[in-house]
């Protein structure tokens, strides 16, 4: 157990208060949901620097939990914010099948409380003990089956099967938009949500996702990549638990190389950053017993920690400075892509891999070989690339029927203003031309991808009461990602705008070849133009039915609503 006496954790019996059960276990379980929230209210009870409230519902039906740990006693984060004090968010349990953070946060806050240790200065502590409830109550022994404990552990899914890190940007569930709001009532300048890996097998206790640098951008973006991430990796070392970036090296050997994990906005680290918060998922290796992986969390704690005494104030400044660009940016960039030229050598502490006859099957099978440990520097590809830029507009207008939505945007913080009275205005309008969607669902939905447009000017009439979202605000990075319909992430992906794919009107071809002949006398251009397609194209030459459809698609006929993205711009 000599591995577990790292930072100010205390594991013998009778040396510390408020023993949890992970620690009267010897480090075998975790609690359950009614013992985790039982204990953080007895620390509560225990200290006037804790407060633990609700702050809205879950799919489980029951109330999502955040605790506010603070010696100064304001716990007002418009508060906080007002005097630069630095805001640390950590989230636990979004898949409870992976409780680590959950036994390190009890201990973390417990070790607050009894003064074993020390909150950097100028910062408050946010924790959320539990966030996927309805998957911690589906509690077994076998939903994680490559784990090495703990002994009883909740269930990855959420009450309604939701995996809650990829709902953060479409928010189907109580649980997502209860943390949107949340979020942006705390509105942390750093983000930790706490993970257990699958994958590879190597010595690394711990592995981290930072969230990607390029997409993050601005100063903040720079300091993760060359202040905070080294200090961190620095103090883990120290602790006797050696960093590694997560191993993104699916069907291929770690000792060749990986790309960084790229945090969609659909993901906790992702989404946190569209609001420029430094972000990250800790990962630990599942196949670490169950101790080593609650203490290699602690410990990280305690590395952040070490990064906030000495740059709290600094990472305060430098937000509000990249929030102040982000409300005067031009240009966004979006679906970020790897760039394989650019890489930084990192030390990988390994072990030997080959192949050797399945017991199960007779053939070839992947294994580790425990008995050949090896560290060696390996390539980590850690730059991206901007998929997409999209010029910012000077505001977006959205017509009020699409209240899902506007409800959306509000939940993340928008500003947005209402017209007062019917109005026409000169807009960009985009026409879906081609998308692929997948075949399969995914989280509740069939997601979009490789969307084409076309744009053209357009004067248009809007109603009172429909929505003009201004952008000259902080959350502009947000607004193009949601709004922007080629985003891998956007609202357009994630469905939210299907019906306009869909054609409500047709016609009758008996009664319509008529009206498309006279329709074509009087439009000697557009006979042309059909004409040219069908030398173009001598297949479409000898369909009549295409070429009707191709003139219905060309004529005043044809509905306006169908494939016209209902999202405009204003330049």
Request: aromatic fraction near 14%.
């Amino acid at each position: 157990m000599a591995m577990l006496l790292c930072g100010n954790v205390f594991w013998a019996m009778g040396q510390t208060p408020f023993p949890t059960l992970f620690e009267r276990s010897g480090g075998t379980q975790t609690p359950d949901y009614a013992e985790v929230i039982a204990y953080f209210d007895q620390l509560a009870s225990q200290s006037e620097d804790i407060r633990m409230i609700q702050r809205g519902t879950t799919d489980s039906g029951l109330p999502l939990h955040v605790v506010l740990f603070d010696p100064e006693r304001d716990f007002d984060p418009d508060q906080w914010h007002a005097d630069g004090r630095l805001v640390f968010f950590i989230n636990n349990g979004i898949h409870p099948g992976e409780p680590d953070g959950i036994d390190a946060s009890m201990m973390l806050l417990r070790d607050l409380v009894s003064g074993e240790v020390s909150l950097p200065p100028h910062t408050a502590l946010t924790i959320v003990p539990i966030y996927n409830i309805g998957g911690h109550l589906n509690r077994g022994s076998y939903s994680r089956v490559n784990q090495n404990g703990p002994e009883e552990f909740g269930f990855r899914a959420n009450a309604r099967n939701y995996d809650l890190n990829r709902d953060f940007i479409k928010a189907d569930t109580r649980n997502a938009r209860s943390f949107q709001e949340l979020f942006h009532w705390l509105r942390p300048q750093v983000f930790v949500d706490t993970h257990v890996s699958n994958g590879a097998d190597y010595q690394h206790v711990m592995t981290l996702i930072s969230t990607q640098h390029n997409r993050l951008g601005g100063k903040l973006g720079e300091y993760l990549l060359e202040g905070m991430e080294p200090q961190l990796y620095a103090h883990m070392e120290e602790s006797g638990f050696p960093l590694v970036p997560y191993v993104n090296a699916w069907g291929g050997k770690p000792e060749d190389g990986w790309p960084q994990f790229k945090d969609s906005g659909r993901y906790s680290s992702g989404y946190a950053a569209l609001f420029g918060t430094l972000s990250f998922m800790p990962e630990t290796h599942m196949l670490k017993p169950y101790a080593e992986r609650v203490a290699s969390t602690y410990a990280l704690f305690m590395a952040f920690f070490k990064v906030l005494e000495r740059d709290a104030s600094s990472i305060v400044t430098m937000a509000k400075e990249d929030q102040a660009a982000l409300s005067r940016m031009d240009v966004f960039s979006l679906n970020h892509t790897p760039n394989r030229d650019k890489f930084r050598w990192i030390t990988f502490n390994g072990y030997r891999s080959g192949e050797k006859p399945s017991e199960v099957s007779g053939l070839p099978r992947l294994y580790y070989d425990r008995d050949q440990p090896f560290t060696q520097p390996v390539k980590f590809f850690h730059e991206y690339d901007p998929g997409l830029s999209i010029k910012n507009p000077k505001a977006y207008i959205i017509p009020q029927g699409w209240h899902t939505v506007i409800e959306n945007l509000a939940r993340n913080g928008v500003t947005t203003e209402r017209l007062s009275q019917d109005t026409s205005m000169l807009v960009s309008q985009y026409h879906i031309a081609d998308f692929q969607t997948t075949g399969y669902p995914y989280e509740g939905h069939y997601l979009h991808s490789n969307v084409q447009l076309t744009r053209s000017e357009v004067l248009m009439q809007f109603r009172e009461g429909d929505y003009l979202i201004p952008m000259n605000q902080i959350r502009n990075r947000y607004i193009v990602e949601v709004l922007e319909p080629q985003g891998e992430d956007s609202f357009f992906a994630w469905n939210f705008f299907d019906t306009i794919l869909q054609a409500k009107e047709g016609y009758s071809a008996y009664v319509f070849e008529d009206l498309a002949a006279s329709y074509l006398r009087e439009h000697p251009e557009l006979l042309s133009a059909l004409e040219q397609a069908k030398r173009d194209d001598p297949a479409f030459g000898q369909n009549g039915q295409a070429q009707l459809r191709w003139v219905y698609e060309r004529s005043p006929w044809k509905e306006k609503e169908h494939n016209r993205y209902p999202v405009f711009r204003i330049e």
